[in-house]
């Protein structure tokens, strides 16, 4: 590419003018409590034409844009779903991305152990032993678990088995229980087009929650639910097939039920999380806001439901070495995390924050470009925060392209290295070149303040860029 030139940067950075995510109300903000979402991706949940993604910043959506006010501040099919939680200040959302185990009782960041809500939305890959063990064990204990099927034969990636399959594999052959432990089996049907009906209800938190009162939702393509009530007494069939009977065993659209201390919902299709919005090249459909259902209100209610109280942030008790016993607030630390609030939040070199086009950024307009200049260069990016008290450290994770003239495939010319607290985490050279973004992982321990600083370093000739993007940092349990 051509040597990079000096450029300020630009001016302030246009205020997202999309509409409201939905028309729904929204609870107050809770400064004691967040409950925590992962959003599965991991299941081919992007093959084909699905898009069942809150943002293609993971695991944080934050990363693309940490203040959304709309669904296209974030990048996803489900972003709807996304902002419209995280714009109440209550919820802590990631995704687990693609090449990612699900988990439980494990040491990493996105294990199941760290949330109040697992969200499985269809996928298309049958789950592990272990991770139908680990979604088991997770509900068992009290978490809450969100499953959204499709129809029959909707095999997204053509590996022989579609979300129906791969559910009721789940509930039949998981390890901790097979004899229908939610006291539901999916359908192995394909319902073109209907409008199911709520049930009538003023008691039941789904149907009337904080984010307003179900009266129905869709089916554009999907399928339904068989209960069984004798394998779970605490099965609850909220939303019906027209013309099924509401209190009877089949027909039923939108499902709960509980097992152990946790709680389970099911949907019968894909359509109404989708908000027509998502990456290129997928066809979408707009159901989320179809005015043939209370599709919005449903997913938020039943969102919230199977999150419970959520997780204190903050304790009473404290330990001199741990903090508050047992807590371990796991909320985003990094500010402007995507660079799309321009130097908010770090100290950079001049320039080293931009949205020229000449390098791409990961996702949005802006990131952070290190070197590039094909003389003695130096640039750094950095920015202060404090792990707190209570937890074992922290993950941070970024997006990282490097771009290089060189030609030499033995000698590290130029050199990005990664600090925290003075201590190297690691280190990037032109010898790590790539034709696009490659995700990083880096583990901190300890708690307290901690600064973090990318150093970049370029030779006296032959340029090499290191392009940042969507930085995380966050705390671990």
């Known amino acids: 590419m051509q040597v990079r030139t000096r450029a300020v940067l630009s001016a302030a950075i246009l205020a997202a003018g999309a509409a409201l995510v939905a028309a729904v109300s929204t609870p107050p903000a809770s400064a004691a409590v967040v409950h925590r979402v992962l959003f599965d991706n991991s299941k081919a949940e992007t093959a084909g034409n699905a898009d069942w993604i809150i943002s293609t910043s993971q695991p944080d959506p934050l990363g693309q844009n940490p203040n959304p006010s709309s669904e296209t501040s974030w990048t996803g099919a489900l972003s709807a779903w996304g902002v419209a939680l995280q714009r109440t200040g209550s919820y802590s959302l990631k995704t687990l991305p693609a090449g990612n185990a699900i988990t439980y009782g494990g040491s990493g960041a996105l294990d199941l152990k760290n949330f109040d809500v697992f969200v499985l939305p269809e996928p298309n890959v049958l789950l592990s032993a272990a991770e139908k063990t680990a979604i088991m064990k997770f509900v068992q204990a009290g978490g809450g678990f969100f499953l959204i099927v499709d129809h029959t034969g909707s095999d997204r990636n ?21 004899t229908s432990p939610f006291g539901f089996s999916i359908d192995s049907n394909d319902i073109s087009s209907e409008n199911p009906v709520a049930i009538s209800s003023s008691t039941d938190p789904v149907i009337n929650g904080p984010y307003g009162r179900v009266t129905g939702s869709i089916i554009r393509d999907g399928s339904t639910q068989t209960l069984d009530k004798t394998a779970n007494s605490s099965v609850k069939g909220l939303v019906w097939r027209p013309g099924s009977s509401q209190s009877g065993t089949t027909g039923a659209f939108f499902t709960t039920s509980t097992f152990g201390s946790g709680r389970v919902a099911v949907w019968g299709d894909s359509s109404p999380i989708d908000d027509g919005t998502g990456q290129s090249g997928n066809t979408l459909y707009d159901g989320w806001n179809d005015p043939a259902g209370t599709n919005d209100s449903l997913a938020l209610n039943a969102t919230a439901w199977l999150a419970g109280t959520g997780t204190p942030t903050t304790s009473p008790t404290t330990s001199p070495t741990t903090g508050p016993t047992g807590s371990c607030a796991t909320g ?129 000739q032959i340029q090499t860029s290191f392009v940042l993007d969507d930085v995380t940092l966050t705390p671990k349990a």
Not at 434 to 459: D, H, P
């Open 158 to 178: 053509n590996d022989g088995y579609d979300s129906v399959e791969v559910a009721n594999d789940l509930l039949t052959n998981n390890g901790v229980d097979n």
């Open 332 to 460: 985003q630390l990094l500010a402007n995390t995507g660079f799309e609030s321009g130097g908010t939040g770090w100290t950079a070199t001049s320039g080293v924050i931009t949205n020229s086009s000449s390098q791409a950024a990961h996702a949005g307009s802006y990131k952070a470009w290190l070197d590039g200049y094909g003389a003695t260069h130096t640039d750094t990016l950095s920015q202060t925060v404090t792990i707190p008290a209570g937890c074992a450290g922290a993950t941070l994770s970024f997006w990282l392209h490097v771009d290089t003239d060189e030609t030499t495939t033995t000698t590290a010319y130029d050199k990005l290295t990664v600090t925290a607290r003075g201590t190297t985490l690691a280190t990037y050279s032109n010898l790590n070149a790539s034709s696009g973004y490659v995700q990083k992982s880096l583990s901190i321990s300890g708690s307290g303040s901690t600064t973090l600083t990318f150093t970049g370093v370029e030779g006296t």
